[in-house]
């Protein structure tokens, strides 16, 4: 047998499953294929693309039409999820795509079946078309792609639709955190990465396993790839050594326990690591929610008074609660931070692990960290 691999990558291969594309991929793709035939008549069928990591993928297209005298363009791609469980799997997404004067840029609409933003505390501007910041960068560079290869000056208006993507929302969070109208064009990689709680957890512990067989004795669990990119900037981490923990806390620091290493960090997003921080091992948004009112008892704790605890307790997302406290000078993601490194410890009962937490937002800015301990 050849040397076991370590790091995310490895550890994503060990988990056997099928990986799939974001909806913002998808979005990237139809948007690709609609500014293509805008200026050239014709629809690129398969439309390539280029993922932020470099990967270039290419989708089938549903659906396409080019409108009378080639004002508009749309093209539809099928959403496939992998193996992932994910309620937009087999969604049609489609992008419509209307030239603007030069100099306009590019402007987002929210066609049928895709979210408004009404509430703040999210990424967007409130009455925003709810595409997600690196899925609309990817928009952006594609078009500017198509533009210079075909003479175009890139300034388009992208319409975004998903079919029956209000109906497909309501099984989402959308409506809770004020996202009306349909569902989110999202993504960070462009990669779906498939969930399977057996086969995620094997794939921790089989990464545990090869970080100490390496002679690893620090570690870091993460939720996602925009943690393992702070821990690598931060600490300096080989990749054998970063653990792709996501939603599975608790699977984490039950394997150290029974195979320790001397130091682990743990490296989230706030919200998820506020739900660490309250007890929950489990931090998927299906099995545990942001709790407000602990989040307002911690701000009380760092010396916010009662209207500010007031409005951490009524913000509409973990991350509108967390800029309120920062306004305010109350160190919420400090809190945060050094709470959920409690839990760790707890669950840790005694064996001998040194923990430290970091606390990140959306774009990976470090917004809370505790002490090793």
Request: charge should be neutral.
């Amino acid at each position: 047998m050849g040397e076991a691999k370590g790091g995310r990558g490895a550890q994503l291969e060990r988990t056997g499953l099928r990986p799939g594309w974001t909806t913002g991929a998808c979005a990237t793709a139809a948007t690709t294929a609609a500014c293509t035939a805008l200026l050239t008549g014709d629809f690129p069928d398969p439309v390539t693309i280029v993922l932020p990591k470099g990967e270039r993928p290419a989708f089938a297209l549903a659906y396409e039409q080019l409108g009378p005298g080639g004002e508009w363009a749309t093209a539809a791609v099928v959403k496939d999820a992998g193996d992932d469980p994910d309620v937009t799997h087999g969604a049609v997404v489609r992008a419509t795509v209307r030239a603007l004067p030069a100099g306009a840029g590019v402007v987002f609409r929210a066609g049928p079946g895709v979210g408004t933003v009404t509430r703040p505390g999210l990424p967007l501007e409130v009455g925003e078309p709810a595409v997600n910041p690196v899925p609309r960068q990817l928009m952006r560079e594609h078009a500017a792609r198509v533009a210079a290869e075909h003479g175009g000056s890139g300034d388009v208006e992208i319409t975004l639709a998903v079919d029956n993507g209000e109906e497909i929302a309501r099984s989402t969070w959308n409506p809770r955190l004020g996202i009306l109208g349909g569902l989110s064009i999202l993504g960070t990689t462009g990669i779906v990465v498939p969930y399977s709680c057996s086969a995620w957890i094997d794939s921790i512990r089989r990464g545990v396993d090869v970080a100490r067989a390496a002679g690893r004795t620090h570690v870091a669990g993460c939720t996602g790839s925009t943690s393992e990119r702070t821990v690598v900037a931060e600490y300096g981490l080989p990749d054998d050594a970063l653990l792709d923990m996501g939603d599975f806390a608790g699977a984490v620091l039950k394997y150290v326990r029974r195979h320790p290493v001397d130091r682990l960090t743990i490296c989230g997003g706030f919200a998820k690591l506020s739900k660490l921080a309250a007890g929950h091992l489990d931090l998927h948004s299906r099995r545990s929610q942001v709790d407000k009112g602990f989040l307002a008892e911690l701000a009380r704790r760092g010396g916010a008074g009662e209207e500010l605890a007031r409005d951490v307790a009524e913000a509409n997302t973990g991350l509108a609660a967390l800029r309120s406290c920062e306004a305010a000078g109350v160190p919420l993601g400090d809190l945060v931070a050094r709470a959920a490194r409690e839990e760790a410890l707890a669950v840790l009962r005694g064996a001998p692990v040194r923990v430290d937490v970091v606390c990140i937002d959306r774009a990976g800015a470090v917004v809370g960290r505790s002490t090793v301990r």
